[in-house]
């Protein structure tokens, strides 16, 4: 549980409670996402959300309270794309603050972004691309569905990483190949990548 978030910015060093929104009540975090360009998401113990700006401190509208969600919804995720904008993953579907927008609801909970793209995936195996033209996902189907998903990572060479528990595959956007490698035994949802003349994927196994 955190109690405060502390800046530190060029010039300064600061200490600032969340406590903006009563007077009487210093608003407990549960979770921070630490975002590019100065942004920090803040999901407080009743599920609450903040947007923090560092950019607008010291001014008391540096953390601001969102209102454009449910706070009965469960938080998945919160990450940046390469443009600035901010995805909010949740079980009611993805939510954008920036210029792009999207119209479906799918409770996507991971989500990865290659020069070719960005890509969103539910755990029940939905794998898919998000256009910009349309503002909505294209679906990326392999030629065996994918009953799950634990993950997804991108590599050096801007191929995805699918994980499964006991399976990877890898994803290549260029030629919208899939690849499967089974595992034998049980995975953790994570993989670290070497690199010397060729590529080596190393996964982590569940203890």
């Known amino acids: 549980m955190i109690n405060a978030v502390t800046y530190s910015t060029p010039g300064h060093t600061n200490t600032r409670t ?8 210093t608003n407990s975090v549960s979770k921070l996402y630490a975002l590019g360009k100065g942004i920090t998401w803040a999901v407080g113990m009743q599920n609450e959300l903040y ?43 993805a939510l954008i603050v920036g ?4 119209s479906n609801l799918m409770p996507f909970e991971f989500m990865v972004e290659v020069p070719g793209g960005i890509y969103l995936a539910t755990s029940k195996g939905f794998f898919t691309r998000y256009d910009t033209q349309s503002q909505d996902v294209l679906p990326c189907v392999p030629e065996q569905p994918i009953s799950e998903i634990t993950g997804l990572k991108s590599l050096a060479d801007n191929k995805i990483v699918i994980l499964q528990n006991r399976s990877i595959i890898l994803y290549d956007p260029a030629n919208e190949k899939f690849t499967v490698h089974e595992m034998p035994i049980e995975i953790d949802s994570d993989v670290f990548e070497t690199k010397k003349e060729i590529y080596g994927y190393w996964a982590s196994t569940m203890e």
């Open 99 to 102: 210029q792009k927008s999207i």
């Open 51 to 93: 947007r923090i700006d560092e950019n607008k401190f010291p001014a008391t509208e540096s953390v601001e309270l969102y209102s454009g969600r449910n706070e009965r919804d469960t938080i998945y995720g919160i990450t940046q794309d390469k443009d600035g904008d901010e995805w909010i993953l949740t079980n009611k579907g």
């Open 18 to 25: 969340l406590s903006f929104f009563n007077k009487s009540l």
